[in-house]
């Protein structure tokens, strides 16, 4: 199962009238893509994917690997139970800016996604504790994500949208890819997001 015919740029908005986690994967003509929805209260993250916010139908799910792990990392499957990949954080690399890598079926590195200005994630911890100013780091501290493959080509450029209260990130495919690279690069960054959701 791959996500098909996915017309860029994709926005992932965060839903801000519920208390779990869930956003929507639209395209650049307002269809839907997915509906991303966490389980609320689980030690272990379980995140499923939805085709739209009716969740009549179950694409994906990703679960944590570990209940704790510096460096977690988060395996994709179909609704099959088939892996479709992995998604793992780099610990170290990801205190001074956020790095993960992608990987295949076969436990292969594919992709790594990194942020690109380690100042915003350094300002974006200082601020955002400073009362009423935290409130407003939305607008103006908002980091920027590239996918790059083992090739060193870029392939994708995720970018959060400045906001206040909700939380928008948008999805631009750079160069053409491989439809099921291209699904499990998706899947990859809106887990990703989940992780990253809290800053700015």
């Known amino acids: ?25 639209t395209d650049k003509n307002g269809n839907y893509v997915a509906y991303v929805r966490q389980k ?6 379980d995140v499923i994917v939805f085709n739209d916010e009716s969740k009549t139908k179950e694409l994906f799910r990703i679960q944590a690997n570990q209940w704790i792990d510096f460096n977690a990392s988060y395996s994709i499957k179909d609704t099959i139970g088939k892996n479709f990949g992995r998604l793992a954080r780099k610990g170290m690399r990801s205190l001074w800016k956020s790095t993960y ?5 076969s436990d292969q590195q594919k992709f790594e996604i990194t942020e690109d200005n380690a100042w915003v994630k350094f300002f974006d911890g200082i601020v ?8 407003f780091t939305g607008y103006f501290l908002n980091p920027t994500y590239t996918v790059k493959g083992i090739d060193g080509k870029e392939y994708f450029k ?18 053409d890819i491989d439809d099921e690279d291209e699904s499990l ?3 990859s960054l809106l887990m990703m997001v989940l992780l990253e959701r809290s800053r700015g």
């Open 1 to 25: 199962m791959i996500l098909n015919n996915l017309n860029y740029p994709l926005d992932f908005k965060f839903k801000i009238t519920t208390l779990a986690s869930d956003f929507n994967i």
């Open 101 to 105: 890598n992608v990987l295949d079926e």
């Open 158 to 175: 995720l970018k959060k949208m400045p906001s206040m209260f909700g939380r928008r990130f948008q999805l631009d495919r750079l160069i």
């Open 40 to 45: 609320m209260f689980k030690l272990k993250e």
């Open 185 to 187: 690069v998706v899947l």
């Open 128 to 135: 955002s504790d400073i009362p009423v100013i935290g409130m």
